[in-house]
């Protein structure tokens, strides 16, 4: 396991990626497996979930694909070069991450995968990126 689990209270559930291509959900009550999905990379990034659950966001080596939770059927993949930092998600399901190979700030449609914007920067994004909201005054 190289990233931090994701607990998802609604669904009763830890989930974590891991070097042999896996995520898995684990009960919380009794550790047993209650979800998984292969993705056939390693996984150094810790998931994200759409806001209502219905997607997994997961990172893995090179490529970031979209789940659907409860069919496991990709929704879309998309390859970035490396990036070794893990998604945040904002309003509307638009996810948030930086390239390491690339040096940009990327946000994606969570639901379709189309690229909302890009950022370049001079220099990789070796950390994961943090939404805040301030007030407008």
Not at 30 to 54: A, K, L, Q, Y
Not at 57 to 67: D, E, K, N, P, R
Not at 88 to 93: K, Q
Not at 107 to 116: I, M, N, Q, R
Request: net charge negative; proline share 2%.
């Amino acid at each position: 396991i190289q990233a931090t689990g994701t607990l998802v209270e609604e669904l009763g559930a830890v989930f974590f990626g891991s070097l042999d291509g896996n995520v898995y959900g684990l009960n919380t009550s009794d550790g047993s497996v209650v979800w998984s999905f292969d993705t056939e990379r390693w996984i150094f990034n810790h998931v994200v979930f759409s806001h209502d659950n219905s997607i997994v966001y997961i990172g893995s080596q090179a490529f970031f694909q979209a789940v659907d939770f409860a069919t496991r059927t990709e929704l879309w993949s998309k390859s970035f070069g490396a990036f070794w930092n893990s998604p945040v998600i904002g309003p509307n399901d638009v996810l948030y991450f930086g390239g390491y190979e690339v040096a940009k700030v990327f946000a994606l449609d969570g639901k379709t995968g189309s690229t909302v914007f890009t950022f370049n920067i001079e220099d990789a994004v070796n950390g994961d990126l943090m939404l805040q909201q301030f007030p407008v005054c």
